[in-house]
């Protein structure tokens, strides 16, 4: 009796090792098993984001553009025909630098007008209201008259305000200045109406 006790001390102790050797095998093949369950779906969706990336907003397009309005001032008045090129200085084109030319034809004689103007776009490439100021230099003999002097450049400050938005593949736009010329006591204002074409597309690209 006392030898069959002492064998079935000895078989219960070499079984149990063997159960948690079970129990940790089962639970390392369940995890293996979750593992490559679950690789592929990660692996899928790190080449998804790779494919189709967020897409990059272009640098806001230089618009090259003509004009044509209307110049008034007590001492005269009369249409005027023009160029510019609104160039964004920021991605968004919140800002621009507007270098234009003017040809105005008052009911006295054709008078040139150069001006730089920085304008405030809110709206960015999609357009709106923009508002500004500038510098200008006139070739006025209108001026000189208003200041008892000839023909000559005259030096003054712009402001202007307007709005512009698409039309197409092109931009229309319309806006009104005024000019504060030093010197003379010729001040003008016009009303400007125009179209611009972009050189490039504001869209946004996906990138590759």
């Not at 967020?54 to 309005?69: D, E, K, M, N, S």
């Not at 621009?96 to 490439?125: C, H, I, K, M, W």
């Amino acid at each position: 009796m006392p030898v069959s006790t002492d064998r079935r001390i000895h078989v219960s102790d070499a079984s149990t090792p063997h159960a948690t050797s079970r129990s940790s095998s089962a639970l390392l093949l369940a995890l293996v098993t979750v593992g490559t369950l679950l690789a592929p779906v990660t692996v899928e969706a790190q080449v998804r984001r790779g494919r189709n990336p967020p897409p990059t907003p272009p640098w806001a397009p230089i618009t090259l553009g003509v004009r044509g309005g209307w110049e008034q001032e007590q001492i005269a008045n009369g249409g005027m025909l023009g160029a510019e090129a609104r160039i964004p200085v920021v991605r968004d084109g919140r800002f621009e630098v507007v270098p234009s030319f003017d040809a105005v034809f008052l009911n006295v004689q054709t008078e040139y007008q150069y001006n730089v103007d920085a304008v405030f776009v809110p709206g960015g490439r999609r357009g709106g209201v923009f508002f500004g100021g500038g510098v200008a230099w006139r070739e006025s003999l209108v001026a000189g008259l208003a200041s008892e002097g000839g023909k000559d450049t005259y030096f003054g400050y712009n402001i202007v305000l307007g709005g512009k938005g698409a039309f197409g593949p092109l931009q229309a736009q319309i806006g009104i200045r005024w000019s504060l010329l030093t010197d003379t006591s010729f001040d003008p204002s016009a009303l400007m109406i125009g179209l611009s074409f972009p050189l490039w597309s504001a869209m946004p690209q996906p990138r590759r």
